[in-house]
């Protein structure tokens, strides 16, 4: 069963800039298809980028595109979410996630298995 720990978050001011790191722990990381998700004080859970296996499919959510990139290192066991041009509206807790069920989009928490304890990130205006 993998563990996935985040971290990189933080407080940062508006139109700063973060990279979110996901380390994989106790199985084949470099077999797995992604995801992150962010929740917000109040709100559920939604999701923000996804990652195929092998890092040759992407997918934003349209409120982070052209801002986040997600990557992964499969020699490190590692994911990225790279935030750039963050606004008040990016604070939340980010989760990384296994994906672990297919024929949807794999935008949906009900999609995704083995869930880190997730990392705060805080922009201030």
């Known amino acids: 069963q993998v563990q996935l720990v985040e971290s990189g978050g933080g407080l940062v001011q508006a139109g700063g800039s973060l990279r979110l790191s996901c380390a994989a722990s106790g199985g084949t990381f470099s077999t797995y298809n992604m995801g992150w998700f962010r929740q917000a004080p109040g709100k559920e859970r939604e999701f923000v980028s996804k990652i195929t296996w092998s890092g040759g499919y992407t997918d934003y959510a349209d409120s982070v595109k052209g801002r986040f990139t997600i990557s992964r290192d499969n020699a490190k066991n590692t994911m990225y979410l790279q935030m750039n041009s963050l606004t008040p509206e990016d604070t939340a807790v980010y989760f990384c996630?296994?994906?672990?069920?297919?024929?949807?989009?794999?935008?949906?928490?009900?999609?995704?298995?083995?869930w880190g304890q997730g990392t705060q990130v805080t922009v201030s205006s």
């Open positions: 996630a296994e994906r672990t069920a297919f024929g949807l989009r794999g935008i949906t928490e009900a999609e995704y298995s083995y």
